[in-house]
């Protein structure tokens, strides 16, 4: 007996994560879990815990790069009904963690609630959202999270306030935990005014970003001070490629991926922006993506 065959039918051996990110590069998972209940997640984080098992939750993969060598644990994905309802209280919303974000800032900004068209165009889920504490120059999803409810790899539930998740600039305290559900609270607008902000803020995003190419968006955080695009950019650097992957001409913090790219492209071009930076500027970037 594995630890794997007490959790049939909710976990996968040997399984492709590519397909699964906005990269579509990468290898493959040992295992892939998709628990149908919470009690089904407590169980397999705790038994991942307790073999000392690596754990990592994927939303929409949209900020994770996958070594072409896979991953050596479980994937966690949240995909049963239980983690991807939403419930209406007035203006306040009450998320799973493996809802859409992009539906649901659309759906939301539909009704006349504000607060996530601000976050028109940004790709991933609400958990995924709350972990990197996604945003722009409109806002950032921390501005309407009242709370979030998350497991931790014990296997224990807690829930965190706002303060509590300590926000900040792409970064929050969720860490490896799993955000299962987010409570939201948006303000009632008239739905012309949240529909026309929807749209407005996601045609801004596509005329200055790469957004039908695929990418994991922002590769480095922004340094104090600087643009990490702007920084790229200024080193000459836009347009570089190694392998099948380049650094974005439309937006230098953008690495594209082309047919046939290779993880191991995307940092190796990571590799030369931060040495290039470094040399130039004295900069350090730091990633904001997650490479596993
Ligand atoms: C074209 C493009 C444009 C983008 N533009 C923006 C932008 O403007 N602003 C911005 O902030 N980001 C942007 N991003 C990055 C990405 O959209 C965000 O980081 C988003 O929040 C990722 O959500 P996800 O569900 O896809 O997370 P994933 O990529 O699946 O995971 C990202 C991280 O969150 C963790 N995670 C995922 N789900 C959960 C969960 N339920 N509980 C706990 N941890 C979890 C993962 O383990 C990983 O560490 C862009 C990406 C792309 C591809």
């Known amino acids: 007996m594995t630890w794997s065959s007490d959790f049939n039918g909710m976990l996968e051996q040997d399984v492709p994560l590519a397909d699964m990110t906005w990269y579509k590069l990468g290898g493959n998972a040992r295992w892939v879990a998709t628990p149908g209940s919470i009690d089904e997640l407590s169980a397999v984080c705790r038994r991942a815990s307790k073999?000392?098992?690596?754990?990592?939750?994927?939303?929409?993969?949209?900020?994770?790069?996958?070594?072409?060598?896979?991953?050596?644990?479980?994937?966690?994905?949240?995909?049963?009904?239980?983690?991807?309802?939403?419930?209406?209280?007035?203006?306040?919303?009450?998320?799973?963690?493996?809802?859409?974000?992009?539906?649901?800032?659309?759906?939301?900004?539909?009704?006349?609630?504000?607060?996530?068209?601000?976050?028109?165009?940004?790709?991933?889920?609400?958990?995924?959202?709350?972990?990197m504490n996604a945003g722009g120059r409109f806002g950032r999803i921390?501005?309407?999270?009242?709370e979030a409810t998350i497991m931790d790899l014990q296997g224990e539930q807690r829930t965190l306030s706002n303060d509590e998740l300590q926000f900040g600039y792409r970064t929050s305290a969720v860490g490896?935990?799993?955000?299962?559900?987010?409570?939201?609270?948006?303000?009632?607008?008239?739905?012309?005014d949240t529909l026309a902000r929807f749209h407005h803020v996601w045609r801004l995003k596509k005329e200055s970003q790469p957004m039908a190419d695929k990418s994991a968006g922002c590769i480095f955080k922004n340094p104090n001070g600087y643009a990490a695009g702007a920084l790229i950019d200024q080193a000459g650097l836009k347009g570089t490629r190694v392998g099948n992957a380049k650094i974005s001409e439309r937006h230098a913090n953008f690495i594209v991926a082309k047919r046939d790219a290779r993880s191991r492209d995307i940092l190796e071009l990571i590799d030369i922006a931060r040495t290039r930076v470094r040399e130039q500027f004295g900069v350090d970037l730091e990633l904001e993506i997650d490479v596993w």
Request: proline share 3%.
């Open 176 to 192: 490896r935990n799993v955000v299962v559900s987010a409570t939201l609270e948006l303000r009632e607008e008239d739905p012309k």
């Open 51 to 131: 073999e000392g098992i690596a754990v990592r939750t994927l939303g929409r993969g949209a900020n994770v790069l996958v070594r072409d060598d896979g991953f050596d644990g479980v994937v966690i994905r949240l995909d049963a009904g239980c983690f991807k309802a939403v419930r209406y209280d007035g203006p306040i919303v009450h998320a799973g963690g493996g809802v859409d974000l992009m539906e649901l800032a659309h759906q939301t900004a539909r009704f006349g609630l504000a607060g996530l068209d601000v976050l028109a165009g940004i790709p991933g889920s609400v958990g995924g959202a709350i972990r």
């Open 142 to 146: 921390s501005d309407v999270v009242t």
